[in-house]
């Protein structure tokens, strides 16, 4: 690997960072204010999309787009630092069309739908005139494990006919949201990965109901996490995407790269945690010390800096891997970062609220904020036991390959 970033990412690094200072930063305030007025979209989030736009800061975060499709090229490792930046401000990544769930569908649009779905779906997705949501997870079942999704997805006829329920899906709230990626099964009675599907379902269909946006931590998202029916819903056969039975094999498609995009935003999040710390440490004192000078807040400062540059060092590596071998060859390495990002964040935020006190509890930071996304991101996209689970696997599976190798460094007396 190499750790120098070429000309053209150090420029978009500068490019992005100081649009995010010009445009960004300076509307958080009136961002919070229009959202708890019951406002959404903002009123300027259309304006500051056109500027992204227009300075060429436009879908940064899809490596294979063809020569008519809009954005700038670059690989996973290139677009790393580039969502480190903007995951700084929770909303950022729409303003630049580099949101969730929209990057993920995206791609799986481009990877997987026909033409007709692309000029339907992706092309508006791409111009960023629409937004989207991923319907997977449901609440009656351990959506950790896709085989045990409940909603079925039948055939009748030139149409499918979808039912059942979900919940916690990003963006269904949304006013622009127009359309669900669902997944769901087609056929219970197959092998346990090919009873799964992906179909396409707009908004506006009869029978889908968004029940509720759903809280989290008490922290309401305007864009939503939301619980929705879908009871008969009916659309044309045309709208499934690739073939039956592709749904887990979409998924995982879909999931590795959507995984990695979380952890370079986590890793934009903690680092600004670390910035807050260092300010405040320099600026407060406690017993006649400045913070910095108490021993064990210098340590926390000291040990935000190394669990960063760690999980930093780990998520390029996983990067580098999609990009050169591909995500399934980087199925160990994108559930390492998955384990151990969101641990790293909470770790840096709540040493952080801790050195901010009650302040660091209430809206006048981010703090708060952060450590629900943080937190929220030990469940997305699957839990940490998960990840774990498949990491021992893959190192057993090693393991037994070369089971004994390591007999030959044992020192063991022989016995009389």
Partial sequence: MD?????????????????????????????SDEVHAGQYPVSFMEDLKALARDAGLWNLFLPHLKVDEPGTRLSNLEYAPLAEIMGRVGWASEVFNCNAPDTGNMEVLHMFGSGEQKKRWLTPLLNGDI?????????????????????????DGDDYVINGRKWFITNAAHPNCKVFIVMGKTDPNAQSHRQQSMILVPMDCDGVDVVRNIPVMNHHSPEGHCEVVFRNVRVPASNLIAEEGDGFKI?????????????????????????????????????????????SVSDSIAKSRIEIEQARLLVLKAAWMIDNAGAKTARKEIAMIKALVPTMHTNIVDRAIQIYGAMGLSPDTPLADLYAIGRSLHLADGPNEVHLRSIAKMELESGREKMGATAAYFTIPERV
């Avoid at 952890?263 to 320099?282: H, T």
């Fill in 3 to 31: 750790f120098f970033y070429p000309p053209k990412v150090q420029d978009l690094q500068t490019r992005v960072r100081n649009f995010m200072d010009d445009y960004i930063v300076p509307r958080i305030q009136q961002w």
């Fill in 131 to 155: 937004r989207s949501a991923f319907a997977m997870t449901e609440p009656d079942v351990c959506s950790s494990d896709a085989t045990n999704i409940q909603t079925l997805i039948s055939r």
């Fill in 251 to 295: 998924a995982q498609a879909r999931l590795g790269p959507g995984r990695i995009h979380h952890c370079m935003r986590s890793i934009g999040m903690a680092e600004l945690a670390l910035e807050m710390m260092v300010d405040r440490v320099q600026e407060r004192k406690a017993f006649g010390k400045y913070l910095y000078q108490h021993g």
